[in-house]
């Protein structure tokens, strides 16, 4: 079974015989602040009336830390050799470029 995904061009090293491209998985990821995922975690482990209790003193000393954000998504990253020939032959993607890669077991 096949899965085709579309990555985007991240790096390309030309040696001149052969050409090198970094890909990086082309997916929307919504970033998640620290701050969030520490409310939610810390409101899944306590009842309903020491949440009455704790959250808005919790909520108080996360308004004075920085926002952080973290990926919610690890994305793949695909690195591909190629004789720079076939690598003209797909038209010379730059970066920013978007490809498709079908995945499959052979």
């Avoid at 190629?82 to 920013?96: D, F, I, L, T």
């Amino acid at each position: 079974m096949a899965e085709i995904d579309a990555y985007k061009i991240q790096q390309i090293v030309d040696n001149g015989n052969a050409v090198q491209i970094s890909l990086i998985e082309d997916v929307q990821t919504e970033p998640l602040s620290q701050k969030q995922l520490i409310v939610e975690n810390v409101a899944k482990k306590l009842d309903e009336d020491t949440k009455k209790q704790v959250m808005p003193l919790l909520e108080a000393i996360l308004q004075a830390q920085p926002t952080i954000r973290v990926k919610s998504y690890a994305q793949t990253n695909i690195s591909i050799t190629m004789p720079k020939n076939r690598y003209e032959k797909m038209g010379r993607p730059q970066v920013g470029d978007k490809l498709e890669v079908e995945l499959k077991k052979i």
